[in-house]
């Protein structure tokens, strides 16, 4: 009883290395093949769509799919088998999409037309980002993500003027073109100025006076800096992070995680553990 005992621990302990281990050569492989099947699923999906080809092929792509699914649902299994607190899989975010990766093609036997929906699997690449996690790589997200958050700030007070602008641009060229235009309501008359101002300009509507073809000049320019804006801000912010890392001397960053907030004398990582005697040398 002992041996079948240790026998399931260790396959547990390894199966969990091999599905969660990024680190370890066997996990990298494990998902860099899985990276490559979702890859797969995705194209098959779309390719489903061509009606020339999912004609010819109709049988076969349903065949292959369902191999996928199988094999993604044993995978999903496995993933809340090998973790010490499974429901912290299952609710995660990573757990949902897992899970939203199977359904589809399991509910078409009661829905048609649900195993379009397996498109969904492409959301899993994002483990890309786990497979990834060197120092240097972690250090330039952690960077972004801290600008975009030092930022938010501006950009809500910038969106807000952009929205009230809208109304405000909307509501002249309601009252300047009139329905004969096509301006049919101020609703429609601001959504012909956020088509404007994001350089889309479908041209379902357009102005025909010269009052309106000025406002609509004016817009139109206005648009670049609308969509240059938001972009500087969190250049501005990037462009501050970076100055003060090179000007701060007295902390070191962990090659393991790539955090940033150890000092300089510290021997360990205070986030992962790991030794910074490397980073020193």
Same mark, same amino acid.
């Given at each position: 009883m002992s041996n079948i005992k240790m026998n399931y621990i260790n396959f547990r302990r390894k199966t969990h290395i091999i599905i969660y281990g990024t680190n370890t050569k066997a996990g990298r492989l494990f998902d860099l093949i899985l990276l490559g099947l979702i890859l797969i699923s995705v194209l098959l999906v779309m390719m489903e769509t061509v009606k020339g080809f999912d004609s010819k092929y109709h049988e076969s792509l349903v065949l292959i799919e369902w191999i996928i699914t199988a $094999? +993604?649902?044993?995978?999903? $299994? $496995?993933?809340? +088998?090998?973790?010490?607190? !499974?429901?912290? /899989?299952?609710?995660?975010?990573?757990?949902?999409?897992?899970?939203? =990766?199977?359904?589809?093609?399991?509910?078409?036997? +009661?829905f048609i037309g649900t195993s379009i929906f397996s498109v969904v699997r492409a959301l899993r690449l994002l483990r890309l980002f786990k497979i990834l996690n060197n120092p240097q790589f972690t250090s330039q997200s952690l960077q972004l993500r801290k600008a975009i958050k030092a930022s938010q700030g501006k950009i809500v007070v910038f969106i807000y003027f952009v929205l009230i602008s809208t109304i405000i641009i909307g509501s002249i060229m309601y009252l300047v073109?009139?329905?004969?235009?096509?301006?049919?309501?101020?609703?429609?008359?601001?959504?012909? %100025?956020?088509?404007?101002? %994001?350089?889309? #300009?479908?041209?379902?509507?357009?102005?025909?006076?010269?009052?309106?073809? +000025?406002?609509?000049?004016?817009?139109?320019?206005? #648009? /670049?800096?609308?969509? =240059?804006? !938001?972009?500087?801000?969190?250049? =501005?912010?990037?462009?501050?992070?970076?100055?003060? &890392?090179?000007? *701060?001397?007295? %902390?070191?960053?962990?090659?393991?995680?790539?955090?940033?907030? @150890?000092?300089?004398?510290? &021997?360990?990582?205070? &986030?992962? #553990? =790991? *030794?910074?005697?490397? @980073?020193? &040398?």
């Open positions: $094999l +993604f649902t044993i995978e999903y $299994l $496995l993933r809340i +088998f090998s973790i010490q607190k !499974p429901w912290s /899989y299952i609710f995660s975010f990573y757990g949902v999409i897992d899970l939203l =990766a199977i359904l589809p093609m399991y509910l078409s036997f +009661f073109e009139g329905e004969q235009s096509g301006f049919t309501s101020i609703p429609a008359s601001i959504y012909w %100025t956020i088509v404007t101002l %994001t350089t889309v #300009g479908y041209g379902d509507i357009s102005p025909i006076t010269p009052l309106g073809q +000025f406002i609509a000049s004016f817009v139109m320019i206005l #648009g /670049y800096g609308i969509i =240059a804006v !938001p972009t500087g801000i969190v250049t =501005a912010e990037i462009a501050k992070s970076v100055h003060h &890392n090179d000007k *701060s001397t007295d %902390t070191l960053i962990c090659k393991g995680c790539g955090a940033t907030t @150890n000092p300089e004398k510290a &021997n360990f990582c205070s &986030n992962c #553990g =790991a *030794s910074l005697k490397m @980073n020193k &040398n």
